[in-house]
């Protein structure tokens, strides 16, 4: 990672230990924020806001490591979690989950080689009224089927280069 | 935004600011009165008294106090919480307040499960709208020394932190690791000071009893559970979503409701509660009989019931924290038991071996999560031995 970046990232991470205060409560808060900006929380990033709230790394990697949504390692742009639980799964989760993976071509847990999509599971996404349901990123898509599959995808794709666009990218750090 | 369909519920009847103002006009301690009168148990599912929790905290020594909403709705099948906080969020942060006012609490927590991040903003316009409407901040509808305002923290997908002394944990910045109990977080909660954690629905609920009154409350439902209740229904029927209905309804008169009759088995209660065979449906819906948060989840009969079995064990398996050997090994040994019951490999022998370790988890689990999670296994053991012993071949689901 270049210097530049890691600065950048230094700030961030004090701007929001001013936002949320200095201390352990203000961990997941911080976390959170640097897992959607930075698309993972890096041991660097790690260090530093261990430094800040004044406890050992290790303590902040156990806080990172416990929750799904929390990763030290690199995430794609778009994650998408496919609800595995039961009323998604009677509804079609396994037909919805093939065509996730042939459109994505990689399997569950794994990131594209261009580093845009996550194909995750998820559990219970409370949407059991109209599954399957999966998330993409923080939206929600109800009522999936093969076909609808990509038709997101291809919508996540339009929204990046219209993202990139507009602002520098962010590089996986 | 995605919604379901819901039956006609009360608190569309009930206009903002009524419960708070109706809750001013008493003394603390009456309030909690009030809902002591109505017999409100917890929504959560854990069914345990609102009124005495509060009466805890309010007793409870502290330098400051918290309200807590556990918004973590994770248990599968279970929605009515996120249709709560779409369309009547006010609601919401109103028990809140009115609890706020009860236990003498000035701070605020509603922790989201980070599954719902899409409702953040929405929320955060009915804060600012109760904040301008002088229903949040100081001197609260000018009751003077009365101030009180709510943050919202998000989760990041652990199902554990439903558990209250987890979801605490979380908001300290630690893993979701649940706590002994005692002490109770009414006593020693969030940074060690008295806190209530209360589920969504519990919360909107106390605002509908302040507001219409104890009497109202407890006009319908059974003696031992009062009151109306949110079903979060899916699976195997016509027409899935939210309803309201009475505590006590039977699960054969649900079923006609949701136009899901002919289902052979019907999941009450989640993952973590119990699979209740058709011969069983006359039985009620209401903490004396089978308990449940909401979570109504419907087999029809083509339905595989072992394989409904392991996707439980296999959520199970993915959510325990790992923190107690029961619950960490327990779930792994009995998902490997149903995979050989699955291949047609597993005794009676064996499977009664499974059965004992499920209760085992019963008793010897640290919290909610272990003590409950081998419920919905011995279930369909129980009541679907023939179905799930002596397979020859993969069944289709």
Redesign the interface.
């Given at each position: 990672m270049l210097i530049t970046e890691r600065e950048k990232m230094v700030e961030d991470i004090n701007t929001w230990a001013e936002q949320y205060g200095r201390?352990?409560?203000?961990?997941?808060?911080i976390?959170?924020e640097v897992q959607k900006k930075y698309y993972r929380i890096s041991d660097y990033a790690m260090q530093e806001i261990a430094d800040l709230?004044g406890i050992h790394p290790v303590e902040v990697y156990?806080?990172v490591s416990?929750?799904?949504?929390?990763d030290d390692k690199p995430k794609g742009k778009f994650i998408i979690r496919l609800c595995?639980?039961?009323?998604c799964?009677?509804v079609g989760k396994d037909r919805v989950a093939r065509q996730l993976e042939n459109d994505l071509g990689v399997g569950f847990g794994q990131t594209t080689a261009d580093g845009i999509f996550t194909l995750e599971w998820?559990?219970?996404?409370?949407?059991?009224?109209?599954?399957p349901a999966m998330?993409v990123n923080?939206?929600?898509f109800?009522r999936l089927t093969p076909a609808k599959v990509n038709e997101i995808i291809d919508g996540c794709r339009r929204a990046l280069s219209h993202y990139a666009t507009q602002r520098k990218e962010v590089h996986a750090l | 935004m995605i919604t379901s369909k819901c039956s006609k519920l009360t608190f569309s009847e009930i206009k903002t600011g009524s419960g708070l103002q109706a809750a001013l006009k008493n003394k603390p301690a009456e309030v909690i009165s009030i809902l002591a009168d109505s017999g409100m148990k917890g929504r959560g599912g854990a069914g345990f008294p609102t009124s005495t929790k509060w009466r805890f905290a309010a007793a409870a020594k502290g330098e400051e106090k918290f309200v807590v909403c556990n918004a973590d709705e994770g248990e599968p099948g279970t929605f009515k919480d996120r249709v709560l906080l779409c369309d009547f969020a006010d609601l919401v942060f109103e028990g809140m307040t009115i609890g706020a006012y009860a236990i003498g609490a000035k701070t605020g927590i509603i922790y989201l499960r980070g599954e719902y991040t899409y409702l953040v903003n929405q929320l955060e316009s009915v804060l600012a709208k109760r904040r301008q409407a002088n229903l949040l901040g100081n001197k609260i509808c000018g009751k003077e020394g009365f101030d009180f305002d709510i943050q919202i923290r998000m989760g990041s997908g652990a199902y554990v932190c439903g558990e209250e002394t987890a979801l605490i944990e979380s908001l300290e910045g630690q893993r979701g690791e649940p706590r002994n109990r005692p002490p109770f977080p009414v006593d020693t909660g969030f940074m060690g000071r008295p806190t209530i954690v209360n589920n969504v629905e519990t919360l909107a609920w106390v605002t509908a009893i302040l507001a219409k009154g104890a009497a109202w409350f407890k006009s319908v439902g059974t003696e031992k559970s009062t009151g109306l209740k949110l079903f979060s229904v899916s699976g195997d029927c016509a027409e899935p979503g939210v309803y309201e209905f009475p505590m006590g309804i039977t699960i054969a008169q649900l079923l006609k409701e949701v136009k899901g009759e002919g289902a052979k088995a019907v999941q009450v209660g989640g993952a973590s509660g119990h699979c209740v065979a058709a011969k069983d449906f006359k039985r009620a819906l209401a903490f004396e009989d089978v308990a449940t948060g909401g979570s109504i989840i419907i087999f029809g009969p083509n339905r595989d019931m072992l394989h409904v079995a392991k996707n439980f064990m296999e959520f199970f398996v993915e959510e325990s924290c790992g923190q107690c050997t029961p619950c960490r090994e327990g779930n792994h040994k009995i998902l490997e038991g149903i995979e050989k019951l699955e291949a047609g490999t597993c005794s009676m022998a064996y499977l009664d071996e499974l059965c004992k370790l499920g209760e085992t988890m019963q008793l010897a689990s640290k919290c909610g999560l272990g003590q409950s999670s081998a419920n919905a296994f011995l279930s369909i053991v129980a009541n679907f031995k023939d179905e799930i012993l002596g397979r020859t071949e993969k069944v289709a689901v």
């Open positions: 201390n352990r409560s203000a961990l997941m808060p976390l959170q709230l156990g806080v416990f929750y799904s949504f929390l595995q639980t039961i009323s799964d009677m998820a559990n219970c996404l409370g949407m059991c009224d109209q599954g998330l923080d939206q929600v109800t | -």
